[in-house]
């Protein structure tokens, strides 16, 4: 659990730096910022999915997740439970749901999370997890300057799921095997992508009812194994 505890830790630090420097940064430095993080963010998931061998895998998976997730409304919870907290911190934030949101899918879709959170999990290497916290926590600067108060709120996300995770893989081996591990990458590449694209403003592409292709890719990869 060292990874993820230091992975908050890291959200909190970083949201915090960027609500206090948020009011004092002209809009077109924090457009400057968001431009930035976006074009990081397409070229790691562009990396993470063109890097895997599971390509055709991921785009079954993400099909079939984008019609479970519709059909489970998972965004329209996810904006639900945003708001629910909103209303309880009483925060008066315009763009509180937008930044829980929207990182909370960018630190907890991408392949360092899942991989990293299954290898603390199953052998307590927790080193590729503490590469994300120090990459998270910079974005968390970027992000919160702009959208404020729900990015820190955020880190309930990670510690929650990441956490979760990091428990379940101890008792859940088959999750650290190569194969399972590519179709993850694949995935969640396609997903990060999609995050980079929503963060430019191309186009708004929901996210977080894709999100069952994870499982999906999981399913997928133990049935259909690449062989080496």
């Known amino acids: 659990m060292l990874g993820t505890l230091v992975n908050t830790g890291a959200v909190l630090f970083g949201s915090a730096i960027g609500i206090a420097a948020g009011s004092r940064l002209p809009e077109r430095v924090k457009s400057i910022l968001m431009q930035a993080l976006a074009l990081s963010v397409?070229?790691?998931?562009?990396?993470?999915?063109?890097?895997?061998?599971?390509?055709?895998l991921a785009v079954g998976c993400l099909l079939l997740g984008g019609v479970s997730g519709e059909l489970l409304r998972i965004e329209q919870r996810l904006e639900g439970l945003?708001?629910?907290?909103?209303?309880?911190?009483?925060?008066?934030?315009?763009?509180?749901v937008?930044?829980?949101?929207?990182?909370?899918l960018l630190y907890l879709v991408g392949a360092m999370a899942i991989v990293g959170s299954i290898q603390d999990g199953t052998s307590g290497d927790?080193?590729?997890?503490?590469?994300?916290a120090l990459l998270d926590g910079v974005a968390s600067i970027a992000l919160a300057s702009s959208l404020g108060f729900g990015v820190?709120?955020?880190?309930?996300?990670?510690?929650?799921?990441?956490?979760?995770?990091?428990?379940?893989a101890?008792?859940?081996?088959?999750?650290?095997?190569?194969?399972?591990?590519?179709?993850?990458?694949?995935?969640?590449?396609?997903?990060t992508l999609g995050i980079g694209i929503n963060l430019m403003d191309i186009k708004q592409i929901h996210v977080s009812n894709l999100l069952p292709a994870l499982v999906y890719a999981i399913i997928g990869a133990l049935l259909f194994p690449i062989p080496t």
Do not use: W, Y
């Not at 945003?82 to 509180?96: D, I, N, P, V």
């Not at 937008?98 to 909370?104: D, L, P, W």
């Open 42 to 56: 397409v070229a790691i998931g562009l990396r993470m999915a063109l890097g895997a061998q599971h390509n055709f």
């Open 98 to 104: 937008e930044g829980f949101v929207t990182s909370t």
């Open 126 to 132: 927790s080193s590729l997890l503490l590469i994300k």
């Open 82 to 96: 945003a708001e629910t907290l909103r209303l309880k911190l009483h925060s008066e934030s315009g763009r509180f």
């Open 170 to 191: 101890a008792h859940l081996v088959f999750l650290s095997e190569p194969a399972v591990l590519d179709a993850i990458s694949a995935t969640g590449g396609l997903l």
């Open 152 to 168: 820190m709120c955020s880190a309930l996300s990670v510690l929650l799921v990441q956490g979760g995770i990091t428990l379940l």
